[in-house]
């Protein structure tokens, strides 16, 4: 008989991984603490917003079912994925506390439960979270042995809201820590069979996948935080012009070309926390992880830095336009946004803002209140606009054109990405962007002052 799979936890992770693993032919028992997410995925619909889900749900609904009772999904289950939410405490740390009720849950039907079963735990965790407070519970609440009568792995998922399915179907390779060998053997077999793509497969020892997971996402914002920190430069020298900078620097194969483009900070439920979490670690072990305090700290001071350097252009009293709410295009998550930031930061020295996303309307509003009024159309948000900001970069802004502002009040366009470069620059309307010199006159002075010398000065 084939193999069935069980999901703990049908959120934004883990109902996709329900529906993949179903979609490639094998029967799925989703397991919530939520009815509504149970009776979504019983319906045949997606209990979350994610790209396909709905349509893939729908598609193998005869091999995908959901209860709310951990026991039975065990039961009837050889293999099981918990997908809870891991949330950052006080400390900064990722929280046990739903991993541990879940596993106390599983716990309870691994004791009843004749036969191996193998538990997987994919949610973000610290390094010795899996040991050492979550197996623990496993064994005393079914009060069998790891190793024994069940398996245990810590196998966490790199994928990105907005793509989740097709990148859990095609990593760029999987990481598994594993309490044994047959553990990490049976769910490296478990990718072979579910993956469409041959990718590589990583095993190791609980901790080091666990430090692995969060060096992935740390390093990640490091790198696009360094690409920021060359952006902030490339305005300060005469001609400068990031993408220029980053197109060489990214060619060299030990940097290479991804999350290099020098822009507005990264945001969303999971960067920001990861490096907050890994300095808490490293305190917690007595030592210090300098890089994730300091990319971290740069990125949140990052939208104020920016509207310091923007402000001039903006006269007194202007209604200003942020285009882009969500912290990506494609999304409705507005979690650390870097539009939201710039939209406060604006409110709070003075500016009337309006904003307006594609999608992220809804949740833009609750969280900026009255700091800014969020439009349902882009015509409306340009209508009432003299600067406009476009925060991300979605493809209804990268279709706006210079007649759509030029028609309207628009006097001044700041493009953080970029994207309207062949279509403004030059032209009536104030271009300017993030990582280019607005300035050359004044940065040229500055860099003559610097290095003229005696040696080579006429006077
Ligand atoms: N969302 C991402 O982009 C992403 C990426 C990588 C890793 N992760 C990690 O995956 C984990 C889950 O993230 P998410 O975004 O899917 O969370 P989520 O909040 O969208 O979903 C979690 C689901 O778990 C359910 N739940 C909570 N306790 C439960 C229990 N005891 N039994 C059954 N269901 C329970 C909740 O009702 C919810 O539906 C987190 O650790 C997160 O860090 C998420």
Redesign the pocket.
Known sequence: MDTVYSV????????SMAAAIASRGFQVIG????RR?VEAVNAGHA??RETGLEELITAHKQRLRAT?D?YEAIANSDVTF??????SDERGA?SLQ??A??FR?IGYALKEKKGYHLVVL????LPGSTRYGLLPILEKVSGKRCGVDFGLCYS??????GS?IRDFLNPDFTLIGEYDEKSGSLLESTYARILENNAPCYRMSFENAELAKIAVNTFVTMKITFANMLADLCERIPGGNIDAVTQALGADQRIGPKYLKGSLGYG???FPRDNIALSFFARAVDTAAELAETTDRINRALPAKIVERLKPFFHKGATVAVLGLAYKPFSHVVEESQGIYLAKTLADIGFRVVGYDPLAAESARIELRDQAVVLDSLEECLNQAEVVIIATPDPVFRRLTLADLQDRNVETVVDCWRILEKELKGHSIRYITIGQNINDEESQARLIKLWLTDANSDT
Request: charged share 10%; net charge neutral; hydrophobic share 50%.
């Open positions: 703990v936890g049908l959120g934004k992770l883990g109902a397991v919530d603490i939520n997410a209990p979350v709310m951990h918990v997908v809870v939410p891991t949330p990722f739903y991993a009720w879940a849950k994919t949610s973000t965790v966490p998922e790199f994928i990105a809201l989740v969303g439920p999971c």
